[in-house]
């Protein structure tokens, strides 16, 4: 025992570039896979030393414990393994390794976050705001109320926590109060990305132009740089509220556009009725050698479908799928068949729902229908009809009821009539009215 006490202080300096390099070749791992074996690896070739005595196994366990964290729930299970070993080794004591593990927890499983952080000795603001965080994205917003006010010492990411936990969640009244209580207090200044959670979450309220140009002046007041975030934020709720113009503003002033701004004026302009100006900014994109995203495409089909342009929309479809190699989503296909539907090209619609390579959702179906109502022909939607009846349809979509209970009285079916007027009430299904494809498309966020 006494030769292997004397050995340590020169395994100890041996060792030393080894533990530096392997803490820095989990820090710099490809995957959460990689850096966990690599932690193993560290942990075998260091049996000999105790935990205590090697000062980059801390560092070491954070950096794993990132890498886990920012990865999909495929390596949750990893997260109790590192567990007990820090806590076999008392490397809990240590608050960034006990935060960066509440950290994991809060992502992958929070019910366990909210044990490990009632058992955290010495827990800083970063630790609170973690757990913070993870009341309010798992929307225990009475829980995350209660630690935000036992917070004494606050920062931009408390209140941002708080903030969006509250818009996240429908409570843009209250998010928008304690905004206002944040300036009041005047401690605390907000950054870009709580004026982004701000915007984001009130798209729902009436008065939407209204703080646009409030959140928009204050970044201007106090010179607050214009990222890609804010930039793209201020014209997506522009357009969405109607004000192209400060849209077109904001755009403008960006200094280095890319995908999501061009992209958020193609959306806007496609919303309120401008298809033309909708496919010019979308081969100005072009022209200048931006490569659009899948949701580009979904603006500029909803384009083509307000204002009733067949040959572009179908153009374009074949443009995203041939020259640029997207997979058409659901959001694509419902364009086209709301697109063709409503020209009355119903056989064409018909064929875009049978050559999907996905299941087509209810709002598929319902614009469909919709449109084989309007132009009046049963027999193409009482197929459509028996599919939609076969899917599970929300008690509150009662317009969808009472679009197939005319379908079926316009083929003359009174029999079916009355079948589904009896599903209605069996389900206590609420008339309430309707919404179009493109109506749900508008409401899509960038």
């Known amino acids: 025992m006494g030769a292997l006490q004397r050995q340590q202080p020169e395994l100890l300096h041996l060792s030393s570039h080894f533990l530096s390099a392997s803490a820095a070749a989990i820090r710099s791992a490809s995957s959460p896979q990689e850096a966990f074996s690599l932690f193993r690896l560290r942990l075998r070739r260091l049996r000999c030393l105790p ?10 366990a954070v950096f794993t414990l990132k890498s886990i964290s920012s990865s999909s729930s495929s390596t949750a299970s990893l997260i109790p393994h590192l567990h007990a070993y820090l806590l076999k080794n008392n490397l809990l004591s240590n608050v960034h390794v006990s935060t960066s593990l509440l950290h994991a927890y809060s992502l992958h499983s929070p019910n366990h976050a909210d044990l490990l952080f009632d058992e955290i000795p010495n827990p800083n603001l970063v630790t609170a705001n973690t ?55 005047g401690e605390i200044k907000p950054d870009p990305q709580m004026l982004v959670t701000l915007l984001s979450g009130c798209t729902s309220v009436g008065s939407l132009q209204s703080l646009c140009k409030s959140i928009h002046a204050y970044a201007e007041k106090h010179w607050m740089q214009m990222n890609e975030q804010l930039a793209t934020s201020l014209v997506d709720m522009y357009a969405k509220s109607g004000c192209l113009r400060n849209a077109f503003i904001i755009f403008e002033r960006v200094p280095q556009r890319n995908v999501t701004h061009w992209t958020a004026m193609i959306c806007g302009l496609a919303m309120h009725g401008h298809g033309e100006e909708a496919i010019a900014f979308f081969n100005k994109m072009l022209y200048l050698g931006m490569r659009p995203s899948v949701i580009t495409f979904v603006g500029l ?25 997207f997979e058409p989503e659901i959001w694509h296909y419902g364009c086209m068949v709301d697109l063709l539907a409503k020209a009355g090209r119903l056989d064409d619609a018909y064929a875009i729902i049978r050559n999907m390579r996905i299941e087509p959702n209810i709002i598929v179906w319902t614009s469909f229908l919709a449109a084989c109502k309007k132009h009046k022909n049963f027999e193409i939607a009482e197929e459509g009809i028996e599919k939609v009846l076969g899917m599970e349809i929300s008690s509150d979509n009662g317009a969808l009821y009472t679009l197939i209970s005319d379908l079926y009285a316009l083929g003359g079916r009174w029999d079916s009539v009355k079948r589904v007027r009896k599903l209605m009430d069996e389900k206590n299904v609420r008339k309430i009215k309707g919404s179009s494809f493109i109506e749900a498309l508008s409401t899509r966020a960038l």
């Not at 935990?51 to 070491?60: E, K, Q, Y």
């Open 51 to 60: 935990p205590s005595s090697d000062p980059f196994n801390s560092h070491a």
């Open 131 to 185: 757990m913070l965080t993870s009341l309010c994205r798992t929307g225990r917003l009475n829980a995350a109320v209660s630690l935000f006010d036992a917070i004494s010492d606050k920062d931009v990411v408390s209140w941002s926590a708080m903030i969006e936990g509250y818009m996240c969640h429908g409570r843009c009244t209250n998010g928008l109060a304690l905004f206002r209580e944040m300036m009041e207090i």
């Open 301 to 325: 089909l909803n384009a083509c479908c307000q204002s009733g342009l067949i040959e572009e929309g179908q153009k374009f479809f074949y443009v995203m799928v041939e020259e640029f190699g």
